[in-house]
C-alpha cells in the first residue's frame, strides 16, 4: 500500500521560509518521479517542482530561484525548501509520486501510469 506522508507546513510572513518534508512508502522510492504541487480553494491543482530517479529537477517559472526539491533516498524523503515566500505561495501542498514526470510549457505532468499522492500540508504566507 503505497502512503505518501506530508509535514512542515504552516503560516510564515512574506519572505519567510518553510520545509516541507514526505515520507514515502509501499513502494521502491528512487525509482519513481516525485513531484510538489500546490492546490487554491477553486483551481486547478498545479505542478511546483519535480526531481526524477535520475535526480534531475524541474520547477515551474514562479517559484525558480526560490524553492528547492530535494530527496534523500535512504530515507525515503522528499523535501521542498520554500524561501523568500510569497502570499501568492499560500495553498495546500501535496506531494506525488508517478513513474515518470515532465515539464512543458511551464506545465508539469505525469505520465506513464498510477500516480499516488499524499492528503496535503496547508502553507499560508501572511504579507
Known amino acids: 500500500q503505497v502512503q505518501l506522508m506530508e509535514s512542515g507546513g504552516g503560516t510564515v510572513q512574506s519572505g519567510g521560509s518553510l520545509r516541507l518534508s514526505c515520507v514515502a512508502s509501499?513502494?521502491?522510492?528512487?525509482?519513481?518521479?516525485m513531484a510538489w504541487l500546490r492546490e487554491v480553494p477553486g483551481k486547478v491543482r498545479k505542478g511546483v517542482a519535480t526531481?526524477?530517479?535520475?535526480?534531475?529537477?524541474n520547477y515551474v517559472d514562479s517559484v525558480k530561484g526560490r524553492f528547492t526539491i530535494s530527496q534523500d533516498n535512504g530515507a525515503n524523503t522528499l523535501y521542498l525548501q520554500m524561501n523568500s515566500l510569497k502570499p501568492e505561495d499560500t495553498a495546500m501542498y501535496f506531494c506525488?509520486?508517478?513513474?515518470?514526470?515532465?515539464?512543458?510549457?511551464?506545465?508539469?505532468?505525469?505520465?506513464?501510469?498510477?500516480?499516488?499522492w499524499g492528503q496535503g500540508t496547508q502553507v499560508t504566507v501572511s504579507s
Open positions: 506525488a509520486a508517478g513513474p515518470k514526470c515532465a515539464k512543458s510549457n511551464d506545465v508539469i505532468y505525469f505520465f506513464g501510469g498510477t500516480v499516488y
Open positions: 509501499g513502494f521502491t522510492y528512487g525509482t519513481y518521479c
Open positions: 526531481i526524477e530517479s535520475g535526480g534531475r529537477t
